[in-house]
């Protein structure tokens, strides 16, 4: 099938909607509701939309994505309206999370009702539901009059879709259409907390933090075990998604990590002196265990990928282009990226997975990446990255 592209110029351009923005957007939405699929921008990646009450839509998102069927679908929907005939009953706590972070980057598992398909949900009993906040992915929604059911627009391993031409690269020709909003802002996917229980357990942090959370509802939020080690292959998560490796670059990757890698330490009483000592500290002892490790796997006559960021930079090309730099001599062999600025970690989750993407283009054996802080907004990106790398983590 050809895939149609579906460019929005004007909000591109300027932010806002042109009346040939929507014309485009009610073809879109006309697609959708008649079971086709069509990918489209949200704030966190592109979803791949299809009618989430349509069983065979939901089908052929699998089919599209490749992605085994028990890996349940996130359901998206533009208004609070449209909530109550998805779950059985609208639990109080969804009802404070979504009156503070709705529309947005957050979704929430509760009890399905008979409506919702399990081939949508992958088999469970419950329905994962998410209000985007993208004024082009609410526009859609509406137009579509339906619930739209969307993972990630991308193959099922590869790294998420930031852009239309990753979900081009990946969908051309599986899809009947690709709404192109330009890239999406966050980078990261949505953070999803399941509420299905009496406590609520967080099953996917993303850019509402745990602590958030804990704000909001006055509570403990539990961490799925899932998030803390690598799963047993006979273990069923409850985030099924969580069991398959994930937003992953053809080559193997590991990251150097340090606890003192973030800048923000947990003392606040510490002195900026101290806390920058520390800071400086953590990326040295990085820097130089990366480029021990680049070493190594150069000599091994690999091509090597160097995922970086802005404060490091420097520190590699040095290495690089010295005539007496530890890498000199390895330099057509090495491909480097810096992934973001630490001290403002938004560029780091909007950048993460076209680093990933791009080192799969320059076709690197091995990539050495570093790691970057756990915290807030942090522990969504170290999340992608252990994923990324089948949690091959260095402590220094
Ligand atoms: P993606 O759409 O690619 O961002 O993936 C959606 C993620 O949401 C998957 O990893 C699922 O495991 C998770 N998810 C969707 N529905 C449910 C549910 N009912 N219970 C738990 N996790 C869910
Ligand atoms: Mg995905």
């Known amino acids: 099938m050809e895939t149609k592209i579906f460019r929005l110029n004007e909000y591109i351009n300027s932010g806002s909607l042109s009346e040939e923005d929507i014309e485009k957007l009610k073809q879109a939405g006309e697609i959708l509701k008649k079971g086709g699929l069509v990918a489209f921008p949200t704030e966190t990646v592109y979803g791949l939309g299809g009618n989430a009450l349509l069983k065979d839509a939901s089908k052929d998102i699998y089919a599209a994505k490749g992605r085994p069927s028990d890996n349940p679908l996130i359901v998206h929907i533009s208004d609070m309206d449209e909530l109550p005939q998805l779950v059985e009953s609208v639990p109080e706590m969804a009802v404070k999370l979504a009156v503070k972070f709705w529309p947005g980057p957050l979704t929430m598992v509760m009890k399905k009702s008979d409506i919702v398909p399990y081939e949508t949900t992958g088999g469970l009993d419950t329905v994962a539901i998410r209000m985007p906040e993208h004024k082009v992915a609410n526009m859609l929604i509406k137009l579509s009059e339906v619930p739209v059911a969307a993972p990630s627009a991308n193959i099922s391993g590869r790294p998420s879709p930031t852009s239309a031409e990753h979900c081009i690269e990946d969908l051309s020709g599986r899809i009947e259409a690709i709404v192109d909003g330009g890239a999406s802002a966050i980078g990261v996917e949505s953070t999803i907390v399941d509420l299905s229980g009496e406590v609520p357990v967080l099953l996917r942090p993303g850019a509402i933090t745990v602590e958030m959370l804990k704000e909001c509802l006055q509570r403990e939020v539990m961490l799925d075990p899932?998030?803390?080690?690598?799963?047993?292959k006979n273990i069923r998560p409850k985030a099924p998604g969580m069991k398959y490796r994930h937003y992953?670059?053809?080559?193997?990757?590991?990251?150097?990590?340090?606890?003192y890698s973030s800048g923000d330490s947990e003392t606040d009483n510490m002195s900026e002196a101290d806390k920058k000592f520390e800071f400086d500290e953590g990326l040295k002892k990085i820097t130089e265990c990366a480029i021990r490790n680049i070493e190594e796997k150069c000599a091994e006559g690999l091509k090597l990928g160097i995922i970086c960021s802005d404060e490091t930079m420097d520190i590699y090309m040095h290495e690089i282009n010295d005539q007496s730099g530890k890498l000199h001599s390895y330099r057509d062999k090495l491909e480097i990226m810096s992934a973001g600025q630490r001290a403002n970690e938004i560029t780091i989750a909007h950048n993460l997975f076209a680093v990933l993407r791009e080192m799969d283009e320059r076709a690197v054996d091995?990539?050495?990446?570093?790691?970057?802080?756990?915290?807030?907004?942090?522990?969504a990106i170290m999340n992608r990255m252990k994923k990324a790398a089948g949690q091959h983590v260095i402590n220094v």
């Not at 899932?226 to 047993?232: N, Q, T, V």
């Not at 193997?252 to 606890?259: G, T």
Request: aromatic content about 10%; hydrophobic content about 45%.
């Open 248 to 259: 992953a670059p053809k080559a193997p990757m590991i990251i150097i990590q340090s606890e």
């Open 366 to 379: 091995f990539i050495v990446a570093e790691g970057f802080s756990q915290k807030k907004l942090g522990y």
């Open 226 to 232: 899932a998030l803390e080690k690598p799963l047993d």
